[in-house]
């Protein structure tokens, strides 16, 4: 929610704060002056001020500074009263000549507090007039014995040192802004205010083209730029944004039931990145470097659906008024955005996807050139010629970002938890680590894998479903039987059943469950992304215990049905319903005998089916009958593939040879 209304007012924000008109935008308008008028030029009136400004500050006497430095030179005359009843021979930073150390020691009390009074006075007067730090020494001595005199020497010498000393690179002066504004001011109005004469009928903006700064303080002049909010249209295009942000994520969770926060606070950033720069640029953004890019990242990590809806919206909430032609430009870039949502949506290498990130801004420079050429001709009949654009230049510019969006995607993907085709690929890999030590220590589990790949790879196929999803899910559905593989039969080699031995139908009951709970930490363990780690407990659903529940109730015929099911939750996607029906009918069609022909196969694996459907574990994956039936056919395909006959070669007898 704070993402979407985010969004709004970003999208909705010149209506709110910005004037309707400003320079360099496009008008939407023809006007012409609807009477004589001088107006002022207020753009050739700030820049006379911009040009005055730094040669007209006015600057004051700071009296803080003023009295640190008068503070300086108290600690000066206290350190020459020092000199003077100890008689050293050097003042830091001053070096005394003999002479001025024995004026120094001579003179008395009352007229050494005399000569300090004095070399006060002196400083006040001084810095009464203002003082600068980039002063030379000698100027300042020389100042200082100017207001020194008629005082004798040797007094007057060391007198003029210690005030230099005590204000050399010093400065107590300070800019006043109310009386530099005045003095620029009072320039101004001698100089004269530049005006603009407008006649009668005369034209002022032409629509399409830029508005200059004077057309804009001619419309000023003549309340042609409203200033004011617009609370009307700000309410309207918020709660527009507000409705598009919302369709935009309803479409995105229907294509992926699996949708997290994060995964949806990416579309609507791209979308607050996307309307951020609109912003910034204004006409001189480019929709094609604004568009495509996000759309490519979209569509690779949440799919084709997400990336048309985003694209929708990041044209539909185009800020206006537009350049002469760049609305068909922005559909040119919604086209090829739409093209690459398609695209990347099927590529299943990044080999491809580097492939596209040189076709798409090939075919883009082709379609903003058949643009451009249109336009100039459409320019011919109403004179109004369209906005040129740097076309090797914005395609130069696309492809790089798209580089980028490929360069950063790796990064994108683990941590917005974006399940792309290359990474399906990546994760159904039989050498990652997990899928090895699946096939090390569970060796019956794994071949299970295996042949449930297969029966829901064609299942998936028939009924159009993502198939790369399927194949990688179904590898990792039974990773959590790592956890114990001797209490499943088809890791027992040796024929002994634990389960026997613990001779106790809940406990077991409770195993199989624990192999759905061991799943989900094995995923997590392995940052599986959640599509895939969904297989785990979904392929299971909340389907019945049925050997425990029956020996539970051979024992106890009131047990609790409700003991002895999976905890679920049921399938919730298409993908996951095929494995579990998959995985239901994997063993059956194993256990048909060789003799079965085509039709009692397709019987049984639809009673299977019809189970299911009976069961409600198919309720929200959003299968039709139609679909389970074409279902039931591609397993039976697939069973007919699995017991093909072979030919019996003949072996000839090898020879016996003796010792």
């Known amino acids: 929610m704070v993402g979407c209304l985010l969004v709004a007012l970003l999208s909705s924000w010149p209506w709110l704060v910005e004037p ?94 005399q000569w300090e009074e004095n070399l006060r006075l002196a400083q006040r007067r001084m810095l ?19 207001q020194l005199e008629p005082m004798p020497q040797p007094g007057l010498g060391l007198g003029a040192r210690v005030l230099a000393g005590s204000l050399q690179g010093r400065t107590n002066l300070r800019i006043d802004p109310a009386l530099s504004q005045r003095l620029i001011e009072d320039l101004l109005t001698q100089q004269g205010i530049p005006t603009i004469q407008v006649r009668h009928g005369e034209l002022i903006t032409r629509q399409g083209q830029p508005i200059s700064a004077q057309s804009y303080a001619v419309l000023d002049y003549f309340g042609l730029v409203n200033r004011r909010p617009l609370v009307g249209a700000w ?16 479409l995105i969770r229907r294509s992926r039931p699996s949708l997290e926060p994060r995964q949806a606070l990416l579309a609507l950033g791209l979308l607050l990145l996307v309307q951020g720069f609109k912003l910034w640029l204004g006409s ?84 903003e050139w058949l643009l451009l050429q249109w336009a100039a001709t459409q320019a011919e009949g109403d004179g109004l010629l369209p906005i040129g654009a740097d076309l090797p230049g914005e395609a130069l510019l696309l492809g790089g970002l798209l580089l980028g969006v490929l360069l950063i995607s790796p990064l994108l993907e683990s941590f917005f938890d974006l399940l792309t085709r290359t990474r399906l690929l990546e994760l159904a890999d039989l050498e990652r680590p997990l899928l ?16 449930i790949c297969g029966l829901a790879e064609e299942g998936g196929r028939a009924i159009q479903a993502d198939t ?74 909340t389907l019945k215990m049925g050997y425990f529940l029956h020996e539970a109730r051979r024992r106890n015929p009131a047990i609790a049905e409700s003991d002895y099911r999976y905890r679920g939750p049921i399938p919730r996607s298409r993908e996951t319903a095929v494995l579990m029906l998959a995985d239901g009918c994997e063993a059956a069609l194993r256990s048909l005998p060789p003799d079965t022909d085509e039709q009692q196969a397709r019987a049984m694996v639809r009673r299977i089916v019809d189970a299911r459907w009976q069961d409600g574990q198919l309720r929200d994956s959003g299968l039709t009958l139609a679909e389970l039936e074409l279902l039931v056919r591609a397993f039976v395909r697939v069973w007919r593939r699995m017991r093909h006959r072979r030919i019996p070669y003949p072996i000839p007898a090898r020879k016996g040879y003796s010792a």
């Not at 195993?511 to 061991?518: G, R």
């Open 20 to 113: 309707s008109l400003r320079p360099g935008v496009p008008a939407p308008f023809t006007v012409r002056a609807p009477k004589a008028a001088t107006v002022v030029d207020s753009d050739a009136l700030e820049q006379r001020r911009s040009q005055l400004g730094p040669r007209t500050h006015v600057q004051v006497v700071d009296a803080r500074i003023n009295r640190e430095l008068e503070q300086r030179l108290a600690r000066q005359l206290q350190a020459i009263e020092r000199l003077a009843n100890t008689g050293q021979e050097q003042v830091a930073p001053l070096a005394l000549s003999p002479e001025e150390r024995d004026w120094l020691m001579q003179l008395s009390r009352r007229r050494l507090g």
């Open 235 to 250: 309410l309207g295009h918020l709660c527009e944004a507000l409705a598009a942000c919302g369709v935009l994520l309803l």
């Open 436 to 451: 090895r030590r699946l096939s090390r220590e569970a060796p019956g589990t794994f071949e299970h894998t295996l042949m």
């Open 284 to 367: 001189a953004a480019s929709p094609l470097a604004l568009l495509v890019p996000a759309t490519l990242l979209l569509a690779q990590g949440l799919g084709t659906t997400a990336g048309l809806a985003w694209v929708a919206v990041a044209s539909l909430l185009w800020p206006l008024p537009l350049a002469p032609f760049n609305d068909q430009r922005v559909l040119v870039a919604a086209l090829v955005a739409s093209i690459t949502a398609v695209l990347a949506g099927r590529q299943r290498s990044r080999a491809q996807l580097l492939q596209l990130t040189l076709f798409i801004p090939l075919g883009a420079l082709t379609a």
């Open 468 to 541: 790369d999803l399927i194949r990688t899910g179904a590898l990792y559905h039974d990773v959590g039987k790592l956890h114990g593989p001797q209490w499943f039969i088809e890791n027992q080699n040796n024929g002994d059943n634990p389960h026997d031995a613990l001779d106790d139908p809940q406990l077991s009951a409770g195993i199989l469950q624990a192999h759905v709970d061991e799943g989900l930490k094995l995923a997590r363990r392995h940052r599986l992304p959640r599509p895939l780690a969904d297989f785990i407990p979904e392929h299971q659903g």
């Open 128 to 146: 009464q007039q203002g003082l600068i730090g980039s002063v030379a020494q000698q100027q300042l001595e020389q100042a200082a014995a100017l």
